[in-house]
T-cell receptor, first 114, second 116 residues
């Protein structure tokens, strides 16, 4: 079965500093990869996704993630964070050989300090 | 597009009662909907996959008689927590797959259930 590991449960960061959230998944021949953001007491919002093509994907609010097949990773980065980026971030994987089910990582709580 | 709603957004009930949570896809037809459960400061755990017109597929360890799922139409799936107990208190989130957006799930805002 697919598994997803987010190595950092919490990441404190100062405003305007860069941040990287790490995500590794168990090996599979073919996967789709997602990053979701969850604000307090809300559902999940898609931040960005990798389905195929360019291994570097970007969101409209400055986040980017790079699919690294050899390292089975999909780390999320932002060069300069805002207070409003304070939220929980979840990495998720769809194993294409196992249908459309999402497997989530444990989540990383980002706390942006002024 | 691809908006998913949940109702209610929060509910408080007494132990032993049943609670129904609705999940609706507002602007698309969802042949498949998913129900997740999220404990405080934890990740989402898939409970079951709901397919329109057929029985739901439950994940291992999820009691199908406890968590009744009905997917009667292409825009509505319901989760009923039967004979709720305090340990059922959690954040329940549904998602729906859109046929026009391959392999992406759209999430509802969640329902917080508190059982006293």
């Amino acid at each position: 079965a697919q598994s997803v590991t987010q190595l950092d449960s919490q990441v404190p960061v100062f405003e305007e500093a860069p941040v990287e959230l790490r995500c590794n998944y168990s090996s599979s021949v073919s996967v789709y990869l997602f990053w979701y953001v969850q604000y307090p007491n809300q559902g999940l919002q898609l931040l960005l996704k990798y389905l195929s093509g360019s291994t570097l994907v970007e969101s409209i609010n400055g986040f980017e993630a790079e699919f690294n097949k050899s390292q089975t990773s999909f780390h999320l980065r932002k060069p300069s964070v805002h207070i409003s980026d304070t939220a929980e971030y979840f990495c998720a994987v769809v194993d294409r050989a196992a249908g459309n089910k999402l497997t989530f990582g444990g989540g990383t709580r980002v706390l942006v300090k002024p | 597009g691809a908006v998913v709603s949940q109702h209610p957004s929060w509910v408080i009930c007494k132990s032993g009662t049943s609670v129904k949570i609705e999940c609706r896809s507002l602007d698309f037809q969802a042949t498949t909907m998913f129900w997740y459960r999220q404990f405080p400061k934890q990740s989402l755990m898939l409970m079951a996959t709901s397919n329109e017109g057929s029985k739901a597929t439950y994940e291992q360890g999820v009691e199908k008689d406890k968590f009744l799922i009905n997917h009667a139409s292409l825009t509505l799936s319901t989760l009923t927590v039967t004979s709720a107990h305090p340990e059922d208190s959690s954040f329940y989130i549904c998602s729906a797959g859109s046929p026009s957006v391959y392999n992406e799930q759209f999430f509802g805002p969640g329902t917080r259930l508190t059982v006293l």
